[in-house]
């Protein structure tokens, strides 16, 4: 009995025409519950695309579904054009899933964990020494290399996690809140290592997180889950732009013109909420009203210092999508 | 198939449990005990002078052709009837033991650990995933198994051969019941506690179910002292053949129970 090992790269999926993954119409139902409701997206080649939701909204069910854990009750999943259901090793072979859950046993050292997982992943025996050296360096645990991973902090046993899902090189990864346990320089970290993945390697990245800022920066797509549906996709900045809310610009002035700036904005019918000495915000101003705003008040001898119209973020949609959802809490 | 990694699987459960001294102990602990404790007690029993007492009406129930192939002397008698007739049958338990703390530890361990989830996510198939787990407990229940036999008979032979001037052991009955009956039975006893394992929530609930396979050695050997399950030869080969039918049929439920779908849904 031997391993069959293919060597996959991230050009593979270049060549192929097939999204690296493609869910259609897809449902899961586990007894009565619905965790997920006829969820439909797709990640391009290349793409780090962003699975954004409360607890509960269907992000792990897409994982272990792309990954053949579990089968969909209704619609299609395919990575790579493979069915992970009738194809789960082919799949696997060329996904690398950081879950939610433990992945390093942390009664073994960090390179048996490694060593281990190389033979799961069929890597020719003369390979594994050097690839599991190379990653150990790559996420800073070479000099802990020898010891139990049970003696790790959280941060290290997440990097050593990470280092257990490039191990492969997969073409397409699939990171469960990667960057929960990491402290700020290990989070900056491994948002470069996510940018590298993608950008300089090629390979897909999907991102769940809860982190918005994250997610802005660095992904090219978000779908958003809430409840098992998908409430929002699309690139963050055109997401944010389609933003029905109301436009807010926050305005400073010098306090000693507090008054006459509250009267002009009562004069407008936009009094807007003192935030500070001489500091508002004014609802209902986008940036095409920033003129006729600063006229009306440097006509009334207003001093402004100060007039920013606000951009609307990942975070503002999240919240308002799910403000909308939830009946009043985000 | 993969066998480098259903190799991997195994090698890495039984790497696992031996850093865990919680559930290698009983792995040791058990095998000692009838290897060192069981030879001693029933040569201390042939040396002292004993009034039978209750333990002669014991005698009675041992089968009388039995009887009369041991030595007069009722202290020897008794102690030969304890090595030979009553800890053999019970010596699966030590098999039984090394099989599910390894199973109990590689299956239900794993789900109670969170890390059954990575070891599903590689590109392995739910048979080469349930064959690792069954390699990683067979093999060294029926090492540990076989030679706690071996070095039990042997201790037997040492202690009792100025008293006997023959082996005591091996018998052609024991030899059945060590390389046949004992690994049909260890089989059987690990099908049961992948199946427990596979549902369980935690270790603890996983150990408490598999445990009921302790009982059928309890029986065998009451069976065994009482008469009533004679183990002979003809007893033994078919008593292990129904475990070996036994045993395919549990493995069968186990990998159903083991399926991807069944341990994350």
């Known amino acids: 009995m031997t391993g069959a090992v293919t060597a996959v790269t991230p050009r593979e999926q270049v060549a192929r025409p097939a999204p690296a993954i493609e869910l259609t119409g897809v449902t899961r139902q586990f007894g009565d519950t619905t965790a997920l409701d006829d969820v439909t997206f797709r990640a391009e080649p290349g793409q780090v695309v962003g699975l954004l939701g409360h607890n509960g909204a269907g992000k792990t069910t897409v994982t272990r579904l792309v990954a053949g854990l579990v089968a969909p009750t209704r619609g299609q999943v395919r990575l790579l054009g493979h069915d992970p259901t009738t194809d789960g090793v082919w799949v696997r072979r060329r996904l690398g899933v950081l879950p939610s859950s433990q992945l390093v046993d942390l009664r073994m050292t960090a390179r048996e964990n490694l060593v281990f997982a190389a033979r799961l992943f069929g890597l020719p025996a003369a390979a594994v020494a050097p690839r599991v050296a190379a990653v150990l360096e790559e996420l800073g645990l070479a000099d802990r290399a020898d010891d139990r991973a049970g003696t790790f902090s959280a941060g290290m046993r997440q990097r050593l996690a990470l280092a257990r899902v490039l191990l492969p090189e997969p073409p397409v990864l699939l990171l469960d809140e990667p960057s929960s346990a990491l402290d700020p320089v290990a989070a900056r970290e491994l948002r470069d290592l996510v940018r590298t993945a993608s950008r300089s390697q090629g390979r897909t990245v999907v991102l769940c997180t809860h982190d918005l800022a994250e997610a802005a920066e660095l992904c090219d797509e978000v779908v958003i889950l809430a409840s098992g549906r998908v409430v929002a996709s699309g690139p963050p900045a055109e997401l944010a732009a389609r933003l029905d809310v109301t436009a807010v610009v926050d305005l400073g002035c010098d306090p000693a013109d507090e008054t006459a700036a509250a009267a002009v904005l009562r004069r407008r019918g936009t009094p807007g909420e003192r935030t500070g000495a001489g500091e508002f915000q004014v609802p209902g101003v986008d940036r095409a009203g920033v003129p006729g705003l600063l006229s009306d008040l440097l006509r009334d001898g207003v001093r402004v210092q100060a007039v920013a119209p606000r951009h609307h973020t990942l975070a503002d949609l999240y919240f308002s999508l799910h403000t909308t959802r939830d009946g009043g809490a985000a | ?265």
């Open chain 2, 1 to 265: 198939m993969n066998g480098d990694a259903v190799r991997a699987i195994a090698r890495r459960d039984l790497t696992a449990v031996a850093r865990d001294k919680g559930v290698l102990a009983p792995m040791l602990i058990v095998p000692l005990v009838f290897v060192v404790v069981f030879p001693a007690l029933a040569f201390g029993i042939s040396q002292v002078s004993v009034d039978l007492g209750d333990f002669a009406r014991i005698l009675e129930l041992v089968p009388r052709p039995v009887l009369d192939a041991l030595p007069a002397d009722p202290s020897v008698r008794l102690a030969l009837v304890f090595a030979s007739y009553v800890v053999p049958p019970l010596m699966l338990v030590v098999p039984l033991v090394v099989a599910q703390v390894i199973a109990t530890d590689a299956v239900a361990g794993e789900r109670e650990r969170g890390t059954i989830e990575g070891l599903l996510l590689a590109p392995v198939t739910d048979t080469e995933v349930l064959l690792g787990k069954l390699l990683g407990a067979w093999v060294p229940a029926l090492v540990v198994g076989l030679a706690s036999s071996l070095a039990y008979g042997a201790a037997l032979d040492v202690l009792f051969w100025s008293t006997l001037h023959h082996l005591l052991l091996p018998t052609g009955s024991w030899l059945l019941m060590v390389l046949w009956f004992g690994p049909a039975f260890s089989a059987a006893a690990l099908g049961l506690t992948v199946l427990v394992s596979a549902q369980a929530r935690s270790v603890q609930a996983a150990s408490q179910v598999a445990g009921v396979a302790v009982l059928p050695v309890i029986l065998v050997t009451v069976g065994q002292l009482t008469g009533l399950l004679l183990l002979t030869g003809w007893v033994v080969l078919l008593a292990g053949l129904a475990l070996w039918c036994l045993a395919g049929w549990l493995t069968v439920l186990g990998a159903r129970a083991l399926r991807r779908e069944n341990q994350v849904a």
